[in-house]
């Protein structure tokens, strides 16, 4: 049991230091395309995104199986993991929509870093997946659990290709369309 309590713990440090730094509470903030994590320019969002998946990694890090949720303490961490899960899952996806907007218009250096946080963002979902396949089986309803689709796999091999086109060029202005 005390590991749970450690990673829970992990994942509630995490969340006080990126409201630290973020200063707000971005599981709380509003969404859509008027949205904070929607508006922010390139800089905000690569300032910010690493934030996310900090916290977000922390709370996938809780790692139970339904065997080991049949303690209370351990049940009920898992089940505000579970709800935070979902909201900051949204604020992430919106800041990697986001990103990939721009990510054609960034700079050499902008694009290898974004790159980096799209492949990070592909394996937290993944993660995430499974996570809630665990919520699942505890006896979460179906309703609430969101269906996660996979990103196109060319929608990777264009981003890489961009890049790559970028350090050949060895180029650190914006590319336009």
Not at 49 to 57: E, G, K, R, Y
Not at 149 to 170: D, F
């Amino acid at each position: 049991m005390s590991a749970f309590i450690r990673r829970y713990s992990k994942y509630l440090n995490e969340k006080s230091l990126a409201y630290r730094m973020i200063l707000s509470d971005i599981t709380k903030t509003k969404r859509g395309t008027e949205g904070v994590i929607r508006t922010m320019n390139t800089e905000e969002l690569l300032n910010t995104l690493p934030v996310i998946q900090t916290q977000f990694n922390a709370l996938l890090s809780f790692n139970a199986n339904p065997d080991e949720l049949t303690n209370g303490i351990i049940h009920a961490a898992f089940m505000l993991l579970f709800k935070d899960s979902l909201r900051l899952f949204a604020a992430y996806n919106e800041g990697i929509l986001n990103l990939l907007g721009k990510y054609f218009d960034m700079r050499k250096n902008q694009c290898r870093e974004s790159l980096d946080i799209y492949i990070k963002f592909l394996q937290g979902r993944t993660k995430l997946i499974q996570f809630l396949k665990v919520a699942e089986q505890v006896g979460i309803d179906q309703r609430n659990i969101p269906y996660i689709t996979q990103a196109p796999h060319s929608l990777l091999e264009a981003l890489k290709q961009h890049l790559a086109s970028l350090e050949e060029k060895n180029d650190t202005s914006p590319s336009y369309r």
